[in-house]
């Protein structure tokens, strides 16, 4: 039984290479949960290795003049290109089976459905955005313009030793944002991979429980609500590239068991600074359910309304919360094949809800039965794309997030050498128990 997530707070704005803090857990009802030291201790080990904050955005926003450096992918020092320290091929684009506009009535098969968005955070913030500008955007700007998205059209895919998925332990790989909206429309056009037979446009098409399809139900419109936030994006416009989202796996630590319990002696949890959210968990311990333990404040924990998720561990807009998802050995869970978005367990629907976290871990396999990401893995630089989830689940009013960080909540990571621009909303962490220890 996979654990639902638990919520980190790292602080990371110390020295590389010193001992990080975790700063905070809120605790997400652990109902027959494993979380764990080691989880703890994974992100602690492993998380705060690659997020480097050098400017803390809590503190100072980021200039103008590196967002704007962005805009220079190839002249500034900011790169904005696909990069990776893994072995890795091309393989070009084939021509997709269905238009946008056949896969947007697949995924809306009601038009008065459409998410019509604006985004007070793009340049142009009264503009609603309707599905024909969202399909003109992704047609014209994105498929229309594959050499400029992948150099001669040919998409770079890692190539890992052991394989059910393309990344082996130590290696990371990374593609703009661009890179991700235009794998995202093309797969959703049933565009195939020649040679690579990528996860990402076989489940859109996978059949789920009762015969779901993932492109007809609410994958397919997160989809679109991606490519929303893409059209919107002003990262994104006239042929900018934009922050890069990038997939990490640590390298293989020996007797890992063993290491953990060693660190964890080091390391007490009286001082981890555990912090409790009590939202709608239907305690009957009205009081001092542990004692001592201090709330969380506001930002990360305040009660729903009768219209929608208040602010927890999912839905809290909060800087630098590290997503822990224990998806088990496949990032997104029993996704492919078990679930078109709602249906399954949080690992599975919360694909629909970041969907650039899901974009990656289908593309980056092959896989018969889980052509998925394997974990232990970090997906730096995903957003939470649409609103409506929170750790209960309870609602469906589901739609593209109107409040989307574009310029904003961006961290600069150095990678061998290399800088660039990441999206620090919500680091997302795909965890597996190193041990189990009933709570
Ligand atoms: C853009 O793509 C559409 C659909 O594939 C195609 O019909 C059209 O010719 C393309 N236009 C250009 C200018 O490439
Ligand atoms: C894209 O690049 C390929 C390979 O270099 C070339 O054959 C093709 O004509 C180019 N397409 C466009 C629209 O420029
Ligand atoms: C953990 O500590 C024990 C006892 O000190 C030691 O024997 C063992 O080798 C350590 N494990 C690792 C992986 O360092």
Redesign the pocket.
């Known amino acids: 039984m996979p654990c639902a997530i638990a919520p980190l707070v790292v602080e990371s704005d110390e020295e590389l290479g010193t001992r990080r803090k975790v700063s905070g857990i809120e605790n997400a009802g652990t109902r027959n949960c494993v979380i764990g030291l080691s989880f703890i201790f994974l992100a602690v080990g492993c998380v705060v290795w690659v997020i480097r904050d050098r400017r803390d955005p809590l503190r100072s926003a980021p200039t103008e003049s590196v967002t704007e450096a962005v805009g220079l992918p190839q002249e500034g020092p900011m790169k904005s290109k696909f990069v990776t320290n893994s072995p890795w091929k091309t393989g070009r684009l084939k021509a997709g089976k269905r238009s946008l506009i056949d896969a947007f009535k697949d995924a809306f098969p009601n038009e008065k459905d459409w998410w019509a968005t604006s985004f007070p955070a793009s340049n142009h913030p009264d503009k609603t955005w309707w599905w024909q500008d969202v399909v003109y955007w992704a047609q014209y700007e994105l498929l229309n313009r594959?050499?400029h998205t992948f150099p001669?059209?040919k998409v770079p895919i890692p190539v890992a030793k052991h394989g059910d998925d393309q990344l082996d332990p130590g290696h990371y790989v990374g593609y703009t944002r661009r890179q991700v909206c235009y794998l995202a429309a093309a797969a959703l056009t049933g565009a195939e991979v020649d040679g690579y037979a990528n996860g990402l446009t076989r489940y859109l098409s996978k059949k789920g429980p009762d015969g779901c399809l993932p492109r007809k139900s609410l994958f397919g419109k997160a989809l679109f609500g991606l490519l929303t936030t893409c059209a919107a994006d002003p990262m994104l416009s006239g042929g900018l590239h934009g922050p890069m989202l990038l997939v990490v796996k640590h390298k293989t630590i020996p007797n890992l068991e063993s290491q953990l319990k060693n660190w964890s002696k080091t390391l007490p949890m009286s001082e981890s600074g555990f912090r409790l959210c009590r939202y709608e968990e239907g305690s009957v311990y009205k009081q001092g359910f542990l004692p001592g333990i201090p709330n969380s404040p506001k930002e990360l924990c305040s009660q729903p309304t009768s219209n929608g998720p208040g602010v927890d561990y999912l839905s809290t807009p909060a800087l630098k919360q590290a997503l822990v998802d224990s998806s088990g050995p496949w990032v997104g869970g029993n996704l492919y094949g078990g679930s078109c978005g709602t249906e399954g367990n949080l690992e599975e629907a919360l694909m629909a809800f970041m969907p650039e976290v899901a974009v990656l871990s289908l593309f980056l396999s092959q896989d018969l039965q889980h052509p998925q990401l394997r974990a232990p893995a970090w997906v730096l630089g995903a957003r939470m794309i649409l609103t409506g989830l929170d750790g209960t689940r309870h609602w469906t009013n589901w739609r593209t997030n109107p409040d989307m960080a574009f310029r904003t909540g961006l961290t600069t990571l150095e990678l061998e050498g290399q800088q660039m621009l990441v999206s620090n909303r919500k680091p997302f962490v795909a965890a597996v128990p190193a041990f189990q220890v009933r709570l």
């Open positions: 594959t050499n001669d059209g």
